[in-house]
């Protein structure tokens, strides 16, 4: 596709042909997400309604398929309601403080092994930089809301994001060390071989650590204190309506496919396919399921998103100090043994990596 | 904490076990009844909107004895009758707040000449507040409207009571 663009375009000069590819993986990439989350508002709600054992929802559309779309009219069509003693800046900032991390950090995305937007060294670095900056955007709504609720919720929001960055942060040394780069593209490629050569064996602790500092870090359940309905409304957002609401909502789903996204490439071997190293399989005709592809990051992309959703059907919230006290002295602990662990296994050269 | 309080909470288990419980939900049969389209089905004795029932020959059965108004829980019931001119005893005034009836169906098993009656007609609403008072005419249209079904219900149930 490129070198169409290429070709049609060899009047303009190499850098600008170069930019104007990346805006057009860049609006693809944003109106993917934006599809992707008006899917997942549907499958929560159908998935969760099948948990309940009753059928969700089914009235718009064929099936209710078009229910997340009448939804976002409903949503775009509703007043703007700002506060009377808000701070009007910075609270019409601040959904986007936290929608723009959330797009921003699919940039270092691989995809497939050809399809990533920007291939930066230190990409990793990148998307803990730029996870950890949507606090911001909740801290600042809880703030400018002027509300005691939504001031309440932000700053739960903030203490549980902070708590939980350091957990991830370490989990994410793990995989550094197994993968040896921080390119995301280099951890995909040294998980190549298989699923027993993925990394979610030997950084199993890690695997699951990450992966519920990554609910925490999304605010879902049961991890959502800071918008817990039954003691302050809906926390952080709870003077937004309308758009604004919107972009919250959109930014939350955006994270949360993120983490799953993220979690498959790094422990789940991303683009890798689940039938690789299986000698049989890869010299019949069903070869093609041995490649590499998008396909399969994008189903192990779904099944996390599956179950953060059905963990959202299954536990009730947790408490405050249950969550701290798990946070910091539970996950923090377990990653640090692991990452000693990992010490060892990788001098002692047992395990998957060799040191080079 | 003991060491298998730890196992189990370094293992998940519990985490497990409720996911197996929703996953299983998952994939249960759903039973919801799908609703305007299918209704489930209502029983003879279901008690519903009220109404004022006629005998055969249009006359109204209410002899104004205030028996459903003494015995209703929520006083919904206010009666105010007169002799009218041709000697009986009759209402001039049967009102029924919606608002304030419970649907027990007491004034029915109260009343001695069986004229109110409770239908099975539960869709109905009211678009204004004072719409909420059931005045004598609205009561003996609902009646009317529904005589047949009524009587029916009634006959079906009538072994039970």
């Known amino acids: ?356 | 904490m003991n060491i298998i309080q730890l196992i189990k909470k370094l293992t998940l288990i519990d985490f497990i076990k409720g996911f197996i419980v929703t996953l299983k939900a998952f994939f249960r049969r759903k039973v919801t009844v799908q609703y305007p389209e299918v209704k489930t089905p209502l029983s003879p004795r279901f008690r519903g909107k009220l109404a004022l029932m006629r005998y055969d020959n249009g006359e109204e059965r209410c002899i104004a004895c205030k028996l459903c108004s003494a015995v209703c829980p929520a006083q919904a019931i206010s009666i105010e009758s007169e002799e009218r001119a041709d000697g009986s005893r009759r209402t001039t005034k049967f009102e029924i707040d919606a608002f304030k009836c419970i649907y027990c169906g007491f004034c029915e098993e109260a009343c001695p000449v069986d004229s109110i009656v409770e239908t099975d007609i539960f869709e109905y609403h009211m678009t204004e507040n004072e719409q909420r008072i059931q005045t004598k005419e609205m009561l003996l249209a609902t009646g009317d409207e529904y005589r047949e079904q009524t009587i029916e219900n009634k006959k079906k149930d009538s072994r039970y009571r």
């Open chain 1, 1 to 356: 596709m490129k070198d169409f663009l290429i070709s049609f375009l060899s009047f303009l000069d190499p850098q600008w042909i170069n930019l104007i590819w990346s805006l057009l993986q860049i609006a693809i990439v944003t109106i993917c997400l934006i599809l992707t989350v008006v899917f997942l508002v549907y499958f929560e709600r159908k998935v969760i309604g099948y948990m309940h054992a009753r059928v969700g929802p089914n009235r718009v559309g064929p099936k209710g398929t078009l229910q997340s779309i009448a939804d976002t009219i409903k949503l775009l069509l509703k007043e703007v309601i700002i506060p009377d003693k808000a701070d009007r800046f910075f609270f019409l900032l601040s959904p986007l403080l936290l929608l723009i991390p959330a797009l921003a950090a699919w940039a270092v995305i691989p995809f497939s092994p050809e399809f990533i937007i920007a291939d930066i060294n230190a990409g990793l670095l990148y998307l803990l930089a730029l996870t950890s900056f949507g606090v911001y955007g909740v801290i600042l709504a809880g703030w400018a809301s002027n509300s005691k609720y939504a001031f309440l919720g932000s700053m739960r929001a903030a203490a549980q994001m902070v708590a939980y960055e350091i957990a991830m942060g370490f989990a994410l040394v793990g995989v550094l060390m197994a993968g040896g780069s921080l390119k995301l593209g280099e951890i995909v490629a040294a998980q190549t071989g298989g699923v027993l050569s993925w990394f979610w064996i030997p950084l199993f602790p890690l695997f699951i650590v990450y992966f519920i500092s990554g609910i925490a870090e999304t605010n879902r359940h049961p991890f959502d204190l800071a918008e817990g309905e039954a003691e302050i409304v809906a926390g952080f957002h709870v003077e937004y309506s309308g758009i604004g609401f919107a972009i919250f909502f959109l930014a939350e789903y955006i994270n949360m496919a993120l983490i799953s996204v993220l979690t498959s490439i790094m422990f789940l071997g991303g683009w890798e396919s689940f039938f690789a190293g299986i000698p049989f399989l890869e010299s019949s005709v069903f070869s093609f399921l041995t490649e590499p592809s998008i396909f399969w990051l994008l189903l192990k992309t779904l099944f996390f998103l599956f179950v953060f959703i059905w963990l959202r059907a299954s536990f009730p919230r947790y408490r405050y100090d249950q969550l701290m006290s798990l946070g910091w002295k539970v996950l923090i602990p377990i990653t640090i043994l692991w990452i000693g662990v990992e010490c060892i296994m990788y001098v002692m050269q047992i395990g998957p990596w060799s040191v080079t």
